[in-house]
T-cell receptor, first 114, second 112 residues
Framework: DAGVIQSPRHEVTEMGQEVTLRCKPI?????LFWYRQTMMRGLELLIY????????DSGMPEDRFSAKMPNASFSTLKIQPSEPRDSAVYFC????????????FGSGTRLTVV | KQEVTQIPAALSVPEGENLVLNCSFT??????LQWFRQDPGKGLTSLLL?????REQTSGRLNASLDKSSGRSTLYIAASQPGDSATYLC???????????FGPGTRLSVLP
């Protein structure tokens, strides 16, 4: 398996633009997680899905953020409109079942909003 | 609300030294605890997972211990090497095992 695949690796956009981050989880994994990492706040859980259904989105900072998982092999995190304070590294991770077993992170998307 | 802290924030040691990284969590009702490694510009790699019923886990030169009652875990690295240089994050698994709460990490530099 190629692991968790995220695209793009880097994204630079202007304030106010829509940004879409993409994630392909490991085949067979039933949990998918979106995290944001910044120097100030560390690694924060934004939202997670189980069997394509959002379970907890309490970490999504604002209504500008939305996430979807239309099928078991694809998820998106969208920011509209983007703001400079959204600049961070966004990670996707997937796992099989609960408890942290087989928890695998993608390489992340570094987002810069100017 | 579960909070995870790690000390020290950064550590620099000469090659060959044994070292200990510390992790503390505020709520002992955790499901499991996991240590991760993060290299610059990369994602996180799982190192060791300790189930809540276990006291320690070992993998090669790494040994992680867990004391739930005191809310502490340690990661012991034996005979450190320059290739061990990375940020090490501790994470506790809460909410019936469904998601992690991460510590801020310890940035380790092993000097040749």
């Amino acid at each position: 398996d190629a692991g968790v695949i995220q695209s793009p690796r880097h994204e630079v956009t202007e304030m106010g633009q829509e940004v879409t981050l993409r994630c392909k989880p490991i085949s067979g994994h039933d949990y998918l997680f979106w995290y944001r990492q910044t120097m100030m706040r560390g690694l924060e859980l934004l939202i997670y899905f189980n069997n394509n259904v959002p379970i907890d989105d309490s970490g999504m900072p604002e209504d500008r953020f939305s996430a979807k998982m239309p099928n078991a092999s694809f998820s998106t995190l969208k920011i509209q409109p983007s703001e400079p304070r959204d600049s961070a590294v966004y990670f996707c991770a997937s796992s099989l079942g609960t408890g942290g077993y087989g928890y695998t992170f993608g390489s992340g998307t570094r987002l810069t909003v100017v | 609300k579960q909070e995870v802290t790690q000390i020290p924030a950064a550590l620099s040691v000469p090659e060959g030294e044994n070292l200990v990284l510390n992790c503390s969590f505020t709520d002992s009702a955790i499901y499991n605890l996991q240590w991760f490694r993060q290299d610059p510009g990369k994602g996180l790699t799982s190192l060791l997972l300790i189930q809540s019923s276990q006291r320690e886990q070992t993998s090669g030169r790494l040994n992680a211990s867990l004391d739930k009652s005191s809310g502490r875990s340690t990661l012991y690295i034996a005979a450190s090497q320059p290739g061990d240089s990375a940020t090490y994050l501790c994470a506790v698994i809460v909410n019936y095992g469904q998601n992690f709460v991460f510590g801020p990490g310890t940035r380790l530099s092993v000097l040749p």
